[in-house]
T-cell receptor, first 112, second 110 residues
């Protein structure tokens, strides 16, 4: 079974600084998708970024970028120029067809 | 644009009572639909998904069931709630790639 592991239950970053959230996953498949979702206190799940496993180029969305290491099954999220509004739970997710697995989440605190 | 609705937003139910949570999607046809549960401080657990009307796949054996009576309607039910059914329930629909989530229902079983 595919599993997703986020080894950092909590992380903290100073406003305007950069933070990296870690994620590893386990799969025997070669074709899949990886995602980072943000869940603010409202509990609405918001898609942050998507990575296709067949693409070698790391995905980037404005201040958010990933470091996708397929052989190592690693998928970290880098948030640059952190803002107070980035404070939230962040979930890493793996998807193949209708099988979607989430990590336990990392709570990010942004200090002013 | 697509919109996903869930209701109710909050629900408090006694043990042994029935449950019905509803999810509807607007702005798309024949979406794949999903029900997730999120326990406090935890990640999301996939409960059910549906690829079409009347087609339900269960991921985890439990006290819950799901139905899809219409193309864009997905219902989560229980005949008798357990304390362990408490949690935050999220409905989602998907494109070929991403899943988009509704606002969720907070269920407390007392």
């Amino acid at each position: 079974a595919q599993t997703v592991t986020q080894s950092q239950p909590e992380m903290s970053v100073q406003e305007a600084e950069t933070v990296t959230l870690s994620c590893t996953y386990d799969t025997s498949e070669s074709d899949y998708y990886l995602f980072w979702y943000k869940q603010p206190p409202s509990r609405q799940m918001i898609l942050v970024i998507r990575q296709e496993a067949y693409k070698q180029q790391n995905a980037t969305e404005n201040r958010f970028s990933v470091n996708f290491q397929k052989a190592a099954k690693s998928f970290s999220l880098k948030i640059s120029d952190s803002q107070l509004g980035d404070a939230a739970m962040y979930f890493c997710a793996y998807r193949r067809n209708n099988d979607m697995r989430f990590g336990a989440g990392t709570r990010l605190t942004v200090k002013p | 644009s697509q919109t996903i609705h869930q209701w109710p937003a909050t629900l408090v139910q006694p043990v042994g009572s029935p449950l019905s949570l509803e999810c509807t999607v607007e702005g798309t046809s024949n979406p794949n639909l999903y029900w997730y549960r999120q326990a406090a401080g935890r990640g999301l657990q996939l409960l059910f998904y549906s690829v079409g009307i009347g087609q339900i796949s269960s991921e985890v054996p439990q006290n819950l069931s799901a139905s899809r009576p219409q193309d864009r309607q997905f219902i989560l039910s229980s005949k008798k709630l357990l304390l362990s059914d408490s949690g935050f329930y999220l409905c989602a629909w998907s494109t070929s790639y991403e899943q988009y989530f509704g606002p969720g229902t907070r269920l407390t079983v007392t």
